[in-house]
């Protein structure tokens, strides 16, 4: 059986090389920001909460951002569950534009909307690629208290899955609390995640910003250019935990210290959420966020690293 043509990150890149990557594969963390609610100060959710968002109204929104947005972005990442089937059999994701599945499967529990993910099966690699997928994603929750070979593991035959069917493989660690509670280090945790993760041979590593982005251009550079030592791949940076009108700073400093861009969606559309009319709030509101983010990567990348 001869093996498909790679895909490779020129499928995912602007011309200048960067990369402006929109996220809309957000769960039951989208069904939370519909409800109106945030998580309580230990993370957890009550389950009522999240009743209050049906699955619909989330497949509404991912539907129109990604038709919106994907014009202006160099990949979209999509989950199965809500979106992916539907985006593509509607055409809603604009030629030009790479689209990126979402391999993982989310699991709830001690009232986390997201306590552990793993690898989903039932995304099979060489029928999104049929579906017109250029890549895979699998976020990987990273705990000081849990199993490393497990991780491990996990990521390699993500890794191997992806390779097989000519993908671009993406990972994206998380740095969440040990389940025994007491005293941690989130900024710590990002590091060793990298450490452990970032030289297993995916083809795109997706970071969370180090100290959030809470720090000034010369501290955050510092720390950039140390998780980025740690990944022996190209990196780019989400936006979950970092306020809005900090990341374009954050993307910056990240790019100058060695990222290659983002892949982020809160960013970009969260204030859009619940809009009482959707695509006019996109349009005024996440286009130019996105354009603005594009831009700025563009520039970026195309600086001499410091």
């Known amino acids: 059986m001869t093996s498909p043509t790679p895909y490779d990150l020129t499928d995912l890149a602007r011309p200048s090389g960067g990369f402006a990557m929109l996220a809309v594969d957000q769960r039951e963390a989208l069904r939370l920001m519909f409800a109106g609610a945030e998580p309580a100060a230990d993370g957890t959710t009550p389950d009522e909460v999240l009743r209050r968002v049906d699955d619909a109204t989330l497949t509404e929104f991912k539907l129109a951002a990604t038709r919106a947005l994907t014009p202006y972005a160099?990949?979209?990442l999509l989950d199965k569950q809500f979106v992916f089937d539907t985006a593509v059999d509607s055409g809603a994701v604009a030629p030009g534009c790479g689209l990126i599945a979402a391999a993982d499967r989310f699991v709830p529990g001690n009232g986390e909307a997201v306590t552990d993910s793993v690898l989903d099966d039932t995304v099979d690699p060489h029928t999104v690629r049929t579906q017109g997928a250029v890549a895979m994603k699998l976020l990987v929750v990273w705990r000081p208290d849990e199993d490393a070979h497990r991780r491990v593991a996990m990521v390699e035959r993500f890794v191997a899955r992806c390779r097989a069917a000519g993908l671009v493989s993406i990972i994206e660690p998380v740095s969440k609390a040990p389940r025994r509670g007491g005293h941690w280090d989130w900024n710590a945790g990002v590091h060793a995640a990298a450490?452990?993760?970032?030289?297993?041979?995916?083809?795109?590593?997706?970071?969370?910003?180090?100290?959030?982005?809470?720090?000034?251009?010369?501290v955050l550079h510092r720390e950039c250019t140390r998780l980025g030592a740690r990944i022996a791949s190209p990196w780019v940076v989400l936006s979950s935990g970092v306020d809005a009108d900090v990341f374009p700073r954050a993307v910056e400093v990240a790019c100058a210290a060695?990222?290659?861009g983002f892949l982020a969606g809160r960013a970009v559309w969260r204030a859009c959420?619940?809009?009482a009319n959707l695509p006019d709030a996109l349009e005024a509101d996440a286009v130019p966020?996105?354009?603005r983010l594009a831009d700025l990567v563009d520039r970026a990348v195309s600086a001499p690293t410091r």
């Open 258 to 260: 060695g990222a290659s």
């Open 74 to 76: 160099s990949g979209v």
């Open 273 to 275: 959420v619940g809009a």
């Open 289 to 291: 966020r996105l354009q």
């Open 195 to 218: 450490d452990e993760l970032g030289g297993l041979g995916a083809d795109l590593y997706k970071s969370e910003v180090p100290l959030r982005g809470k720090a000034d251009a010369d």
